[in-house]
């Protein structure tokens, strides 16, 4: 095994050589032999260690293991220890996915804090193999089925080509000493059922059922890998990002006869789950829309707009007050008196400073807000039949500004001055307001 791991390490990992390099060891079997192979190897390396206190006395004596190994072999160890059960009650959250966390939180600390390079695990072919039938009994698409990643930003697994089988062998044939953990003598975990039931009897059918399996999932990530690619080719031609919006043109969508497939693999990193009523977008009315945590997806017309969404409280007012000049947030206004007008346009107005009154408030718009157009002398208009008319999107209407003196509006920011504070005949000093 060793001559295939350094071949193996050679062939797909050869810019490890002369890294810093964490291994993440529990003081269990395969994480042993990673040690142990890294060791022959002679790379800069130190371990990463987490007692969980899951097991008692249990993981103490993990603990006490390692760092005595550590220190017998003349290895720079460090341990942390993790109250998880306190931690996945306070955030709701499984013993494993909180250990999990608690895990990677504390291995990228490390990596920045020390300056290491990557941090390597033990995982193998055979876990490789459970997480497959974890997410096919699940249900999952193409990116659940293609196993676990050789490497994911900075944690490689240089082990995944082997088997526990083999791994068992070298440490055998090595004297290797690890410790048991006594949890993965029970069926409390599903991934402990699929390893001690379903496996071996996918093994009895096929002896090599597990360089079969390998053989498969290398044809499915070559299938993802090749969806993928058309899924980048067909967004250029769909999609157009607009600062922090995403628009996708539903004429071009569905002109493909796969369309849910391309919007599924667009959004599923936006944590949405309704996909049903996503899909149902296309042809729905414009103004609906579905929701994610941090995103909304809303129909507007022949466009899906995918946005940010934060559910925060509107601040009621922002005030402004005659001697500010620059105004940075909500908005990017700028303030200044002028000897005469330029031409204006949608995002310059010029006005009669003697008709306004300070502070100037600058608000979000709400139901019932009207105002005078500019042009229209002595005829009001509600703000909302102001949106039809310029026929703006949800997202529009709720992004738009209103720049008010006491109850009056003086400009719908961006859109239309209100023809009550136009400069006239009569007008002695003129206040430039433009938006940045």
Known sequence: MLSNFKNHISARFQFLENKKLFLAVSGGLDSMVLLHLFQQLEYEIAV?????????LESFGDEDFIRNYCEENNISVFITQFDTEAFAKDYKLSTQVAARELRYSWFYELLCNHKFDFILTAHHADDNLETFIINLSRGTGLEGLVGIPE?????IRPLLPFSREEILEYAKDNTIKWREDSSNASNKYLRNKIRHDLVPVLKEINPNFLKAFQKTQSYLRESNEMAEDASILIYQQVAKEEGEE???NLNQLKKLPNYRSYLYQWL???G???WNDIYDLVDGQTGKQVFSPEFRLLKNRETLILSPFTQTAEKENFEIYENDQDVNFPLKLKFCNVSHITKDSNKTIFVDAEKIQYPLILRKWKEGDSFQPFGMNGKSKKISKLFKDEKLSLLEKENC??????DQIVWVVGIRQDERFKIDNTSNKILKIELQ
């Open 48 to 56: 990463l260690h987490c007692n969980f206190q899951l097991r008692g």
């Open 151 to 155: 490497q994911n930003d900075k944690i």
């Open 246 to 248: 995403i628009h996708f």
């Open 268 to 270: 599923n990193e936006f």
């Open 272 to 274: 949405f789950l309704a």
């Open 401 to 406: 500004w209103l720049l008010c003196s006491k």
